[in-house]
């Protein structure tokens, strides 16, 4: 079965850095687009950064020149560079990906990761 598993989170002081990772396993096809969302407490999950398989990338405004996404599609792997981390970027991030699978090549289907906690505090 097709999984995506998320690292790179953690604890790290207000102006830091952290670098998030997302592997897609499984039966895969292709993958059309990548993308993070994060959700903090008592808020709804949110698109962070999203980018096709041709590498064109989109933002939400919040993260606008301090968040980079990038894809490595031969590794069928995400990432997300988080530069200048700010306490309101704590919240838990997921991974999701829209991939077709070698069982049906027709139908692009929407996978999630488990999440990672980042916290940025002091």
């Known amino acids: 079965q097709v999984q995506l598993v998320e690292s790179g989170g953690g604890l790290v002081q207000p102006g830091g850095s952290l670098r998030l990772s997302c592997a897609a396993s499984g039966p895969i096809f292709s993958i059309n687009v990548m993308g993070w969302y994060r959700q903090a407490p008592g808020k709804q999950r949110e698109l962070v950064a999203g980018?096709?398989?041709?590498?064109?990338?989109n933002y939400a405004d919040s993260v606008k020149g301090r968040f980079t996404i990038s894809r490595d599609n031969a590794k069928n792997t995400v990432y997300l560079q988080m530069n200048s981390l700010k306490p309101e970027d704590t919240a838990v991030y997921y991974c999701?990906?829209?991939?077709?699978?070698?069982?049906?090549?027709?139908?692009?289907?929407?996978?999630w990761g488990q999440g990672t906690q980042v916290t940025v505090s002091s």
């Open positions: 999701n990906a829209g991939l077709t699978t070698l069982w049906d090549r027709l139908r692009t289907a929407n996978y």
């Open positions: 980018i096709a398989s041709g590498g064109s990338t």
